[in-house]
């Protein structure tokens, strides 16, 4: 079963950075998408950031609002793992952030979403 490995969660103080990292546990056949989600308590989940990895629109980028200027995706594809760079943190950032991936497994498999289990941010000073 493949799975979404988060990693790189903590405790940061307002104006401080930290980088998420996401690796996919397994060779799969093609990964679309790969995006970070982000849910603060409370709240519903939310897009932060995403990455096109496949098919026509490959290396097209997306940002939420809060994200644009502060937070990079990015995807190292020896490593399959994808990183999201997050400086100029601000309390409002608190949240359990998640990874999200849209894949075939196999070539005779349909394309899935998979999710993380999530990794907690927490700014605060």
């Known amino acids: 079963q493949v799975q979404l490995v988060e990693s790189g969660g903590g405790l940061v103080q307002p104006g401080g950075s930290l980088t998420l990292s996401c690796a996919v546990s397994e060779w799969v056949f093609n990964i679309y998408i790969m995006a970070w989600y982000r849910q603060a308590p409370g709240q519903q989940r939310e897009l932060v950031a995403s990455?096109?990895?496949?098919?026509?629109?490959?290396?097209?980028?997306n940002y939420t609002e809060s994200a644009k200027g502060r937070f990079t995706i990015s995807r190292d594809l020896s490593k399959n793992t994808v990183d999201l760079q997050m400086n100029s943190l601000k309390p409002e950032d608190t949240a359990v952030y998640y990874c999200y991936a849209d894949l075939k497994t196999s070539w005779n498999t349909a394309r899935a979403d998979y999710w993380g289990r999530g990794t907690q941010v927490t700014v605060s000073s």
């Open positions: 990455m096109n990895t496949g098919g026509w629109n490959s290396g097209r980028i």
